[in-house]
């Protein structure tokens, strides 16, 4: 089974970046082809962040295409998302996620790491 | 504002069926998949309807997805109290090059 655990820290400074970290257990992250970053402010909805395959390509939610990145680390089976300028409005709970290649929904979740911005 | 839409809140009676619509456009819902995932609270996200109308195994036969052109809708028959949660609609966005969510309908069950 599949297990996916988000880390990183819990409180980011306003202007500063946020960083996290998705360790990947019970299959290589080279087994399946996407792998997503999705958050949810609280009390609201669910919001695509983006994603990386295996092989290193990556989307980008377009709104925030010019502070985030996805990279990967395939010997440690985690990848990571950098969101760089944040503000309140990036507070959130962020998950990682994978994609099932075949039916094309997110199969494995992570439980979530809430990041507050705050000074 | 979220690219598809919906409700903000469905509610029904047990035993009842509800259902849940999710409109989007030509660039997204109209041309691709649509998924919905239940969200129950202070949990991950779960699927329950992937490629329009397919149930992953261990999914109550209680639910079941539509796509008709620019829209989708997600239906709950038999309404059990277990079935109050968020309920999500997602799909690919060609205009976008990304995934998009609707922005969620809590549904309650009275």
Same mark, same amino acid.
């Given at each position: 089974q599949?297990? #996916?655990?988000?880390?990183? &820290?819990? #409180?980011?400074n306003p202007?500063g970046? #946020? ?5 990947v257990?019970?299959? =290589?992250?080279s087994s =399946?082809n996407?792998w997503?970053w $999705?958050?949810? &402010? ?10 990386i395959?295996?092989t ?5 939610? &377009? @709104?925030?295409k @010019?502070r985030?990145?996805v @990279?990967?680390?395939? @010997?440690k089976?985690?990848f990571f998302l950098?969101l760089? =300028? $944040?503000t ?7 998950h990682c996620?994978? #994609? ?6 997110f ?5 979530g790491a809430?990041?507050?911005v705050? =000074? | 504002q979220p ?15 509800v259902a849940i619509?999710?409109s989007?456009s ?5 041309n691709?998949y649509v998924y919905?995932y239940?969200?129950l609270?202070?949990t991950?996200?779960?699927?329950l309807? +992937?490629r ?5 195994s261990g ?8 796509k008709s052109g620019t829209?989708?809708s997600?239906?709950i ?8 949660a968020?309920? +999500?609609c ?9 995934r ?5 309908t809590?549904?309650t069950?009275?």
């Amino acid at each position: 089974q599949v297990q #996916l655990q988000e880390s990183g &820290p819990g #409180l980011v400074n306003p202007s500063g970046t #946020l960083s996290l970290t998705c360790r990947v257990s019970g299959g =290589s992250i080279s087994s =399946s082809n996407w792998w997503s970053w $999705v958050r949810q &402010p609280p009390g609201k909805g669910l919001e695509w962040i983006g994603e990386i395959s295996h092989t290193g390509s990556t989307h980008y939610h &377009p @709104s925030l295409k @010019s502070r985030v990145a996805v @990279s990967v680390d395939k @010997s440690k089976n985690q990848f990571f998302l950098s969101l760089r =300028s $944040v503000t309140a409005a990036d507070t959130a709970v962020y998950h990682c996620a994978r #994609l099932d290649d075949s039916a094309g929904y997110f199969q494995y979740w992570g439980q979530g790491a809430l990041v507050t911005v705050s =000074s | 504002q979220p690219v598809l839409t919906q409700a903000p809140s469905a509610s029904g009676t047990p035993g009842q069926r509800v259902a849940i619509s999710c409109s989007g456009s030509s660039s997204n819902i109209e041309n691709n998949y649509v998924y919905w995932y239940q969200q129950l609270p202070g949990t991950a996200p779960k699927v329950l309807i +992937y490629r329009n109308d397919q149930r992953p195994s261990g999914v109550p036969d209680r639910f079941s997805g539509s796509k008709s052109g620019t829209s989708a809708s997600l239906a709950i028959s038999g309404l059990r109290s277990e079935d109050e949660a968020d309920y +999500y609609c997602a799909t690919w966005d060609d205009s976008l090059s990304g995934r998009v969510f609707g922005g969620g309908t809590k549904l309650t069950v009275l």
